[in-house]
C-alpha cells in the first residue's frame, strides 16, 4: 500500500468515527465532510471543537481554523491558534464556509505521519526541488 493510501485510509477511518461517535454536533460532522477540501484533512476532536489537521500523526497540526459550539446554539470558529477567534456563525454549514475561507495555502491531502514527519518531508521536498533547478 502507497504512502499517499495508507494517509488516505487513516483518514477515512477519522472521518466516519467523528461522524459516529457524537463528540461533535452531527450537523457540523456532515457539513465539515461534504466540503472536498476538509474532507481530505484529518479531523480530530476535543470539548466539542471540530479541528483539522495536515497530518494523521499526534501532536496533530494547529495551523487550521477549527470549530466549536456556541452557547445557546450556533459556532465560533476559531484558531488556529486557542488565543485567535475568527467570529460566529449562526449554522454549521457558514461555519465550515468561513473554515475553508481561512485555509492556509496549498492545504491539501493530509500527510500520514507527525507534525516533525511531516517537516522533514517538506524540507526534503525543498532540497530536491532546489537542486533540480
Known sequence: MSADATAH???EAAWRDI???GHVRKELAEAAYAEPRLRQLFPWTGMGELHFSHCTGKR???DIPYVQPAIGGGYRICGPLRTQSIGP???A?????VVVEHLPPGCGPA???TPAE???YEDDAR???AAQE
Not at 454549514?93 to 464556509?97: D, K
Open 9 to 11: 485510509d487513516l483518514v
Open 19 to 21: 461522524r459516529d461517535d
Open 60 to 62: 496533530w497540526t494547529w
Open 89 to 91: 456563525a449562526a449554522t
Open 93 to 97: 454549514e457558514e461555519a465550515i464556509a
Open 111 to 113: 500527510f500520514a505521519g
Open 118 to 120: 511531516l517537516a522533514a
Open 127 to 129: 532540497i530536491r526541488s
